[in-house]
């Protein structure tokens, strides 16, 4: 299968104003390709969060170059970054974050509103189609209150898949979960990347979780101090 | 699609919040309802005060003083040519009062395209006979149909009928005030004497009240040939031209015109009532400021609400961000909700404000001083609701401004790390 880059970090650099300058993150440079499931792992506070916010464009003050599916995303307007973000990039973060005035079906579908490529009646049936990958179909016309934290966590991912994204980046998306959802959680991830050819990157300190992926990225006080192939990707080579 | 995107969203909210956004929605009715009432209980009341003068006031009046010569025989003589003249004790020169060929120059103003009608009239100051007293008195010739058409007398003559005092001779309408006095009932005769000592007879068709006391106690009217007969002048005596006009704004200009073409003295009804103007623009002034703060408190209710909203909705606003929705989106979403609250607040209070003017318009009013006035006057004009629709989308679009504003600008990168 032919690998294409999806997203390429270049020497990024962060730091923090206030109250003193702190430097967050140091030449940071790796890149993601297509079907890739890498994880990030470092103590909390080394700046793989900060790291993915930049990385997701919600950041832009950074030094470094950041390429999107080869586009340099530096010097875009408000509007082109919500717009890169609305078509090229799922989130989910530790906390779910849908709309409890929408049910889950309306919270999917909201980003391909957005989009506004398809008719509303396509979206309708793609994110009908998103939500059976997830196995909670059955859900779709309850509302966020109703479920439970794993299923959310699920209509999450849902939304996040909805625009067909280049990449699915995960904030501890397992961080608020117990053992079982969490595994349910990562299993629909490794499909995502195995089955669906899906770049994923997430954020965890969940080392087991780490350790299952295709890659894992150590960070250490912003810097990226080593780089691993996780068993994930030994047993994919068989 | 992207409008009716927003439109879901902003809908969405505005349900999660139903009972504060229905506060807010009835902050705007009720300042709008309060607005629309206040303005057109006010209006009403000002056309009506308005009326009370304008309708017995003449645009323009011609008419004669007894006054100095403004260019004394002295300033004429070559002799004392660029001196400075120090004359003392200068008397007026004994002039009629009447105007100087009325006929001609009342012929002439009927001809004027800016003339709407001219009536004439004759004022003699004359004593009212009540056995050995005598009650002085104002008694007041006058075309009857002219002044009926253009100063609605009809309206003022609370008893009998005008077209009586045309048709019968020698005739009068009394004040309403000097008949107490005199204890007079229509059909009865009196007896007045004028300032030359002439007695003369008259027979009482009707009562006339102003609605100014003063006034009804002295004034009288007859027809303009009676009081030339009372006085033993010929047809053409009249001391006062009444003229309206077609628009009243051009009256002190054409005043001086006639000043000059006609040689009288000619006042404008803006001189000559000053006060009522002023009265009227006060009025509208006070009910305007307080029909706009009404507004402007409303205005604080929504921005409240809004930014209550906003703190409790910070999580929505920040994953719609980073879902790709702009800043822009955001603002446009909370506007609608500020929008929606105004347009339908005040379509509501458009509406109360419209029901609570016919309210107020059916309170009895009776006052002694206005024979026409049954109830509290109102003035149903559209101005106001124009103006009432227009500020309550005014205001709360600059209450969803700012609020708006600030929801637009959430970093969701601080509010997702936040937790």
């Known amino acids: ?238 | 699609m992207k409008i009716k995107l927003i439109a879901r969203i902003s809908l969405a909210l505005l349900k999660a919040r139903l009972k504060q956004t229905m506060v807010a929605a009835f902050g705007v009715t009720f300042s709008i309802t309060m607005f629309i009432a206040l303005l057109s209980f006010m209006g009403g009341l000002n056309d009506m005060l308005d009326s009370l003068i304008l309708n017995r006031t003449p645009h323009i009046k011609l008419y004669n003083e007894i006054l100095p010569s403004p260019i004394q025989p002295i300033a004429k003589s070559k002799a004392y040519n660029g001196a400075y003249h120090f004359v003392g004790h200068i008397k007026p020169k004994n002039e009629l009062l009447d105007i100087r060929n009325s006929e001609a120059i009342i012929e002439a103003l009927t001809h004027d395209s800016n003339v709407r009608g001219v009536a004439p009239k004759t004022t003699v100051p004359v004593f009212y006979n009540v056995g050995s007293i005598n009650l002085t008195g104002v008694v007041d010739g006058i075309d009857v149909d002219a002044e009926n058409r253009l100063f609605t007398f009809q309206d003022y003559v609370v008893e009998g009928n005008t077209i009586d005092l045309k048709n019968t001779p020698n005739s009068i309408i009394l004040g309403i005030g000097a008949a107490r006095k005199m204890l007079v009932q229509i059909g009865d005769k009196i007896q007045i004497t004028t300032s030359a000592g002439i007695r003369f007879p008259l027979k009482v068709v009707g009562f006339f009240q102003s609605g100014i006391d003063e006034v009804d106690k002295v004034q009288s009217y007859t027809t303009l040939s009676t009081t030339q007969k009372i006085l033993g002048k010929p047809n053409s005596y009249v001391t006062d031209i009444q003229i309206k006009l077609f628009d009243m704004t051009v009256a002190p200009s054409l005043a001086k015109r006639y000043h000059n073409l006609f040689e009288t003295e000619a006042i404008d009804i803006q001189t000559a009532n000053a006060q009522f103007e002023t009265g009227s623009s006060v009025r509208t002034l006070i009910s305007y400021a307080v029909g706009i703060t009404l507004l402007i408190v409303a205005g604080f209710g929504i921005y409240n609400i809004l930014n209550m909203m906003i703190y409790e909705k910070m999580d929505s606003i920040a994953i719609l961000k980073a879902t790709g929705f702009s800043g822009k989106d955001v603002n446009a979403i909370f506007l609608t909700i500020a929008l929606t609250i105004g347009c339908i607040g005040g379509a509501l209070g458009l509406i109360f404000g419209l029901g609570l003017s016919v309210l107020i318009g059916e309170i009895p009013f009776n006052t002694a001083s206005l024979p026409t006035v049954k109830t509290y006057p109102i003035n149903y004009d559209l101005k106001f609701y124009l103006i009432g629709a227009v500020f309550s989308v005014i205001t709360t679009y600059l209450a969803g401004y700012f609020p708006s504003k600030k929801a637009s600008r959430i970093d969701p990168v601080d509010i997702i790390r936040g937790k």
């Open chain 1, 1 to 238: 299968m032919k690998k294409k880059t999806v997203i390429e970090a270049i020497n990024i650099c962060k730091s923090f104003h206030d109250p003193i300058t702190v430097k967050v993150l140091t030449n940071v440079s790796f890149s993601i390709n297509t079907g890739e499931f890498v994880s990030i792992v470092g103590k909390s506070g080394c700046g793989k969060s900060t790291l993915l916010y930049i990385l997701s464009t919600m950041d832009t003050s950074y030094e470094g170059d950041l390429l999107l599916d080869g586009t340099s995303m530096k010097n875009k307007r408000d509007a082109e970054l919500a717009k890169v973000r609305n078509e090229k990039i799922g989130f989910v973060f530790q906390f779910h974050y849908l709309l409890n005035e929408f049910n889950n079906l309306q919270n999917v579908m909201l980003p391909a509103l957005k989009f506004d490529k398809l008719s509303p009646e396509e979206i309708e049936h793609n994110a009908y189609e998103k939500l059976k990958i997830l196995g909670i179909e059955s859900e779709a016309l309850k509302y966020p209150n109703q479920l439970s934290g794993g299923q959310k966590q699920r209509v999450a991912i849902a939304r996040a898949l909805i625009n067909n994204p280049l990449i699915i980046m995960g904030d501890e998306p397992t961080g608020n979960l117990d053992k079982m959802s969490g595994d349910v959680v990562f299993n629909i991830f490794k499909e995502l990347a195995e089955e669906y050819n899906q770049s994923l990157l997430i954020v965890t300190h969940d080392l087991d979780f780490a350790a299952n992926t295709h890659r894992t990225i150590t960070m250490e006080d912003g810097k990226i101090i080593g780089s691993e192939i996780g068993t994930a990707t030994i047993e994919g080579k068989r």
